[in-house]
Nanobody
Framework: QVQLVESGGGLVQAGGSLRLSCAAS????????VGWFRQAPGKEREFVAT????????RYADSVKGRFTISRDNAKNTVYLQMNSLTPEDTAVYYC????????????????????WGQGTQVTVSS
């Protein structure tokens, strides 16, 4: 399995931006679809965005559509989540997850389908 490490979280004012990174090691990242999920205090983990291993397909939660952009650089074994126009409702621990797949265009919004998870990075948006 691939090992994942998130970075880039922090404290930002409402309206600001952050870019999260998810770095993979252990195996080639090419055959893995990657998703970002988040969990706020007292709430269940929720889907944020996903990208196919080819990078061709992406999907977003309605709550972040138009504000967040997921991308990947397979040469660097890294997936990014650019977050713009942040609001206090975006405050959460953000996790990246990977799912090995032979389908280059596959995207997955269900957390239970992912087999590798990072430790999470805290994003706090102040009002």
């Amino acid at each position: 399995q691939v090992q994942l490490v998130e970075s880039g979280g922090g404290l930002v004012q409402a309206g600001g931006s952050l870019r999260l990174s998810c770095a993979a090691s252990g195996r080639t990242f090419t055959n893995y679809a990657v998703g970002w999920f988040r969990q706020a205090p007292g709430k269940e983990r929720e889907f944020v965005a996903t990208i196919s291993w080819s990078g061709v397909n992406t999907r977003y939660a309605d709550s972040v559509k138009g504000r967040f952009t997921i991308s990947r650089d397979n040469a660097k074994n890294t997936v990014y989540l650019q977050m713009n126009s942040l609001t206090p409702e975006d405050t959460a621990v953000y996790y990246c997850a990977a799912k090995e797949t032979s389908y280059s265009s596959g995207v997955h919004t269900t957390a239970t389908l992912y087999t590798s998870w990072g430790q999470g990075t805290q994003v706090t948006v102040s009002s």
